[in-house]
């Protein structure tokens, strides 16, 4: 696929890619369909100006007359501070039985504790705890996963499914032109809290959004995708926002969820874009 053409993939469409569709909020639902509830950081919200976040665009794969989509991430966030801000808690006031929740956070997670931001979680995969003073505050923080589990759990006993996404990555190419990308230990942690929730079993799936975002930026090229981080080696242009959006959903296609299965492109048409081809573990693992 040639960058500016103008073919629609389902997810969006390349050359109005620029145009942010406006989406559903919590007070503008159909209540007759399910809705699925996006919590995230700035790489998924809605953002202004030359950069976007992917969640913008993912209601070009599915039929509005089925889904709602709402996009709840909130830039600058960490699973941490989304929790401790009350967000996961006004998500879940707004979810039925039936509703889908995806929740990707990783870009604010790290960094420590020595100078506590009111971000970063304590550091392990486990029940670790740290105690910290934020904002004058005694905080006990726990870890990137054991979030994701209470909020997951919550969720589920909701009578939501729940999609557990790795992060989206920086910019995967170097000023000399030289591509680079390797999961973090936040993508090894959502499979992990996906697992430990019970899996496929209990309505928990695993999407490895890292991987097939810096497949299809390798797949764009250097020149492309260092031309649509515009501000940082973080944030997307609207342009690739799209196409981040079209991997989490080439993520979904490959896996095993009913959410997958409801996409309006297939697994085939998908990857004879750009996008690429089914990471050969997503269709595999029972996640």
Known sequence: MKTGTSVTLGFA???????????????????????VHLCGDSTMA???????????YLHYSFDP???????????????????REGRFAAVLKDVQPGDWVVIEFGHNDGGGLSKDNGRS????A????CATTYDGKSETVLTYPTYLKQAGAAFLAAGAKLILSSPTPDDVWSE??????????????????????????????FVPHGAYAAQVMKNLGSDVVRKNYPQD?????????D????????????????????TLNSTAALSATALGNCISYNSTVPL
Not at 193 to 199: T, V
Not at 244 to 255: E, H, R
Request: glycine share 12%; net charge positive; proline share 3%.
């Open 13 to 35: 469409t390349m050359a109005t890619a620029a145009v942010v569709p406006a989406l559903s909020s919590a007070s503008s639902l159909s209540a007759t369909v399910p809705t």
């Open 46 to 56: 809605s953002m202004s100006g030359a950069i976007q976040g992917w969640g913008q």
């Open 65 to 83: 007359s089925k889904y709602n989509i709402v996009n709840s991430a909130v830039a600058g966030r960490s699973a941490r501070s989304y929790t």
């Open 121 to 124: 979680d304590c550091f392990g």
């Open 126 to 129: 486990g029940n670790e705890t």
């Open 176 to 205: 000399a032109g030289k591509y680079s990308w390797g999961p973090d230990r936040f993508s090894y942690y959502a499979m992990l809290a996906a697992q430990e929730l019970g899996g496929t079993k209990a309505g928990v799936y």
């Open 233 to 241: 080696h973080t944030h997307t242009s609207p342009f690739l926002a």
């Open 243 to 262: 196409y981040m959006s079209g991997a989490f959903v080439l993520g979904l296609t490959c896996g095993t969820s009913e959410l997958g299965k409801s």
